[in-house]
């Protein structure tokens, strides 16, 4: 409401300073002196065939309405901005956007440290009871997933399609968590990419299966690998989870979400 409200007042204050600019240039004023008081100067102006007449005094006090009224929002403009900031550093993860009553599912501003400013999420606040902060997502194969160690670090693709969040921004927000038993053989190992191995196994895993992933001996999920749905006859190089159909079976859509223990 309050938004609206703002964006309502500065349209029409951007509509009226328009207005007063067209007019000082195409308008033609006539001065006359009133008889018995010389001194007090009026003037007639024509807009169209309509005449305005008022004193020097009345268009001063119209110019201080406007500027109390500027001066009003620039401090409304003031509040909201640091009502925001305080909101932002405040909010760690979308658990704490969900317990401050957000239930709408969209990508939002935290800052898990606030050291190290904050950074914008999609959550999840309609799955499980809400309050999930999304770090991966597969949906359609539009993002290319098979990429090197600085893309994986810093994150890449859209927030509101398919992602990855990126290594830095998950280190602030969580330095362990399981999904599972797929993911439970991983637990623990380095993350690999196509141009940095990793992984303990002799293989390069990263290059084997075809994504960036936390590579032990080699995988048992595989959620980064190529996007190829339904079966293929490659071996794990989909989006794979051993544990669900298999080594020969890419998932269509894949979500990797987390949440406090604590929620």
Not at 177 to 191: C, H, I, L, N, V
């Amino acid at each position: 409401m309050e938004t609206f409200v703002l964006t309502t007042l500065c349209w029409s204050f951007l509509f009226f300073t328009v207005s007063v600019a067209s007019r000082r240039t195409l308008v033609h004023d006539k001065c006359r002196t009133t008889k018995g008081n010389p001194q007090e100067n009026k003037c007639s102006t024509v807009i169209n065939g309509n005449y305005y007449a008022g004193t020097n005094e009345e268009m001063k006090t119209i110019l201080q309405g406007i500027q109390a009224q500027l001066t009003d929002l620039q401090e409304l403009l003031r509040d909201m901005k640091t009502e925001k900031e305080n909101k932002t550093v405040k909010n760690r993860n979308c658990a704490d956007l969900f317990e401050s009553g957000e239930r709408i599912s969209g990508v939002y501003t935290i800052s898990p440290d606030s050291s190290r400013g904050p950074f914008d999420v999609y959550c999840d606040h309609k799955t499980a009871g809400g309050g999930w902060t999304v770090i991966q997502k597969r949906l359609d194969g539009s993002v290319e997933f098979y990429r090197g160690w600085a893309d994986y670090k810093r994150g890449f693709g859209n927030l509101n399609g398919e992602f990855w969040l990126g290594l830095d921004k998950m280190h602030q927000l969580t330095k362990a968590g399981t999904a599972g038993d797929s993911f439970s053989f991983q637990r623990g190992a380095p993350f690999s990419t196509k141009d940095q191995d990793n992984d303990p196994d002799k293989r390069h895993c990263a290059r084997t299966f075809k994504g960036g992933w936390w590579y032990s001996l080699c995988r048992q999920a595989n959620l980064n690998g190529l996007y190829q749905p339904g079966p293929h006859s490659s071996h794990a190089d989909g989006i794979n989870w051993y544990h669900w159909k298999g080594d020969y079976y890419s998932a269509r859509r894949s979500e990797m979400k987390i949440r406090p223990v604590d929620f």
